[in-house]
């Protein structure tokens, strides 16, 4: 990398989620302003993916989770609220709705982005939980929803945070229970994995015996094909039909259409990378976070690993030194499964011939884990806990 006396490298990171919060500050903690990081986002605030459940069971309101970008501020790392428009991994030079961006170094950290329109009937916004607006018009019509069929249906895989629709599930159990009209009403989970948390039986055992035990009906290996609002019904992909008052979707997930259009894309749609280093086939171009095809989970503890990977190779090279560090692929899950109880498990995709997970048992202490997850990103990217 450049000589910081004569020209001080251009880093530029497009997209300040998980992944770019992550690395631009891990950047400017070792390098500071050695480099003119640029990071890129066209939201005006970061919010956590867990902050929906949140919202949408009324625990958090939608204006209390937002964390204004106003609010990052690193040594060396400008913030443009911008649109990625145009990426030319060649010549690395990005095209925004404001202008362009050369960079000596290109990080793709844009996300997973929803394919709505590949499911007919689902809407973002409307009925489904993976956006904020989306969970925010599913609290209200929780708030009135006292008898029927409520779907929580998976509409593709890979989706971000396998767990999510699980713990919707029994975030809604405990919801329905609490307005006093649980007996009036059914719950099923439709979801294309094969069972809750594929790595790890001792999960998958867990949340099925909490489902039972909460009267719960749960369908793996299903995915939601069709939602019908005018018939009140979901059609699955195997022309099942179920009857659905109410539908809490995870919509299909795909690469950001820019990313697809700059020809970064795999056969299966995401972004071709090297998973130990990020690296993509062109020089001085990595790819980060969930659109990486690392054979990961999509989650945000993993897109942050796979951020400080490039990070400390990044540090290591503008140190002449070798960039040594190699992702490892594992990480820490919580989930909530219900009764204020929060479980944890650990994931390793990569250390083995297959992935493995260990669990550990819901309990009130991983509730308190689980907060300090948050706040300690929330503080460490925005400095307030
Ligand atoms: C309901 C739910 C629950 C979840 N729970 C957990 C959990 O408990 N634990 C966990 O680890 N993960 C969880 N996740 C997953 C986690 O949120 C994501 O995996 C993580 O945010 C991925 O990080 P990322 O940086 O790759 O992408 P993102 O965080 O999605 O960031 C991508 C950024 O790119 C920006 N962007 C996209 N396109 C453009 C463009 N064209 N121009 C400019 N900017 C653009 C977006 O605005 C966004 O800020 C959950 C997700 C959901 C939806």
């Known amino acids: 990398m450049h000589d910081r006396n004569v020209t001080r490298p251009r880093v530029v990171v497009l997209g300040a989620g998980f992944a770019g919060l992550e690395l631009c500050t891990s950047l400017a903690e070792e390098l500071g302003d050695r480099l003119v990081v640029t990071l890129i986002d066209q939201a005006e605030a970061f919010v956590f993916?867990?902050?929906?459940?949140?919202?949408?069971?009324?625990?958090?309101?939608a204006a209390a989770v937002r964390l204004p970008y106003?609010?990052?501020s690193k040594r060396g790392v400008t913030f443009k609220r911008e649109t990625v428009v145009a990426i030319d991994p060649v010549t690395r030079r990005v095209t925004t709705n404001a202008g362009i961006h050369e960079a000596d170094v290109l990080v793709i950290a844009l996300g997973a982005d929803y394919d709505?329109?590949?499911?007919?009937?689902?809407?973002?916004?409307?009925?489904?939980?993976?956006?904020?607006?989306?969970?925010?018009?599913?609290?209200?019509?929780?708030?009135?929803?006292?008898?029927?069929?409520?779907?929580?249906?998976?509409?593709?895989?890979?989706?971000?945070?396998?767990?999510?629709?699980?713990?919707?599930?029994?975030?809604?159990?405990?919801?329905?229970?609490?307005?006093?009209?649980?007996?009036?009403?059914r719950i099923t989970l439709v979801n294309p994995l094969p069972s809750p948390v594929?790595?790890?039986?001792?999960?998958?055992?867990?949340?099925?015996?909490?489902?039972?035990?909460?009267?719960?009906?749960?369908?793996?290996?299903?995915?939601?094909?069709?939602v019908n609002s005018e018939r009140k019904?979901?059609?699955?992909?195997?022309?099942?039909?179920?009857?659905?008052?109410?539908?809490?979707?995870?919509?299909?997930?795909?690469?950001?259409?820019?990313?697809?259009?700059?020809?970064?894309?795999?056969?299966?749609?995401?972004?071709?990378?090297d998973p130990p280093t990020l690296r993509t086939p062109h020089a001085g171009v990595y790819a980060i976070g969930d659109l990486a095809n690392t054979g990961a989970p999509k989650a945000g503890v993993f897109a942050e690993g796979t951020a400080r990977t490039v990070a400390a190779n990044l540090?290591?090279?503008?140190?002449?030194?070798?960039?040594?560090?190699?992702?490892?692929?594992?990480?820490?899950?919580?989930?909530e499964f219900g009764g204020n109880r929060v479980a944890r498990v650990d994931v390793d995709f990569f250390s083995?011939?297959?992935?493995?997970?260990?669990?550990?048992?819901?309990?009130?202490?991983?509730?308190?884990?689980?907060?300090?997850?948050?706040?300690s990103r929330r503080a460490r990217w925005f400095g307030s806990s």
């Open 49 to 61: 993916g867990f902050s929906k459940l949140d919202v949408m069971f009324g625990r958090e309101t």
């Open 70 to 72: 106003s609010d990052f």
């Open 116 to 185: 709505a329109s590949s499911t007919p009937g689902l809407a973002l916004g409307e009925n489904e939980f993976y956006t904020v607006a989306g969970a925010s018009r599913l609290r209200d019509e929780l708030a009135t929803f006292s008898r029927g069929h409520a779907v929580v249906g998976v509409c593709g895989a890979p989706y971000k945070c396998p767990p999510a629709p699980s713990e919707c599930a029994l975030m809604l159990h405990d919801h329905l229970v609490k307005r006093g009209v649980r007996n009036d009403c």
């Open 198 to 226: 594929p790595p790890s039986p001792d999960t998958s055992r867990a949340l099925i015996a909490a489902f039972a035990e909460r009267g719960i009906d749960y369908l793996p290996s299903r995915r939601v094909a069709t």
């Open 233 to 273: 019904a979901v059609l699955l992909d195997d022309g099942r039909e179920l009857p659905c008052d109410l539908f809490l979707g995870v919509p299909r997930h795909c690469s950001p259409r820019v990313v697809v259009a700059a020809g970064l894309t795999d056969d299966k749609g995401w972004v071709t990378v």
């Open 315 to 335: 540090v290591a090279m503008s140190r002449d030194r070798e960039p040594t560090a190699r992702y490892p692929g594992a990480g820490s899950c919580y989930i």
């Open 352 to 375: 083995g011939p297959k992935p493995t997970g260990t669990f550990q048992e819901p309990t009130l202490a991983l509730v308190a884990d689980k907060k300090n997850f948050g706040s």
